[in-house]
C-alpha cells in the first residue's frame, strides 16, 4: 500500500474533493484526520472509512482560517496516531459578487480560509511533520483563467501557487515536497450551487466534468512516493477544461 502506517490530515474533509481524498488515502493504508468546519459531516464520512474496515480515521471539527484551531488539529493527529506525514489543504471558500458591491470583510473571510488557512498547516507541518513528509495544495483553475464576480477567491488561488512555490522551496531543506493541483469542473455541490454556473455566466460542459475521486488520485500521486521527484510542481486536473478556447 501506498500509504501504509502514514498518517494524513484532509481540510474540508465533509464532503466532495475532500471527504473522496480521505477516503482514498485510507484505502492505501494510511491513517486520517477529516479536519472541516462542519464536523458531523467529517463525523459521517470518518464513519463510512471505518466501516469500510480500513486503518482508523478520525473527525476533528477545525476552523482553518483559526492558528490555533489549526494547531490544535495537528496536534490531535499526532497525538491519535503519532505522526504526521501528509497534510491536504483542501478547504475553501467562495463569495459571489460583483468587485463594486464586494465589502473588505468579504476578502478577509475568504483568504484567510483559502490561504491563510493553507499556510496555518503549512507552518505547523513544518515545525512538527516527519522527514519526507508531502503537502498538496488544493487551487483552481480560477488562479489562471476565471470568470466574473469571484474576485476574492480567484485571486487566493492565485496566491495559493505562489505559497506552493515559497513552500517548495523551504520544504526542500526539511525533506518536505510541497505541490499544488488546480482542478476544473468537479462533480460537488461547490460546482452546481455555483451562481455562475446556474445562471449560465459560466458554462460547463457536463461530458468534461470529473468527480472527486480523479483528483484524490492525483493528490495520492503527489502524496506519495511515487512523486519523490516532484517539488514546487503545479497539476492540472480539468479534462482539458483550460485547453478549450
Known sequence: ??????????????????????????????????????VEGAKGAADEINNAGHP???????????????ERTVDAAIEAFGRLDVVVNNAGLMVFKPITDLLSDDWINVLRVDLLGAFFFTKQAFLKMKDGGAIVN?????????????????????????????????????NIRVNAILPGAIDTPMLWNNPNVKSGAEWIDKTRVGKPEDVANAILYLASDRARFVQGATLLVDGGRLDQL
Open 1 to 38: 500500500m501506498l500509504f501504509d502506517g502514514k498518517v494524513a490530515i484532509v481540510t474540508g474533509a465533509a464532503g466532495g474533493i475532500g471527504s473522496a481524498t480521505a477516503t482514498a488515502f485510507a484505502a492505501e493504508g494510511a491513517h486520517v484526520l477529516l479536519a472541516d468546519l462542519n
Open 138 to 174: 488544493i487551487s483552481s483553475v480560477h488562479a489562471i483563467e476565471t470568470s466574473p464576480l469571484v474576485a476574492p477567491y480567484a485571486a487566493a488561488k492565485s496566491a495559493l501557487l505562489s505559497l506552493t512555490r515559497t513552500s517548495s522551496l523551504e520544504g526542500a531543506a526539511k
Open 56 to 70: 482508523k480515521a478520525l473527525a476533528s471539527q477545525c476552523d482553518v482560517s483559526n492558528e490555533s484551531a489549526v
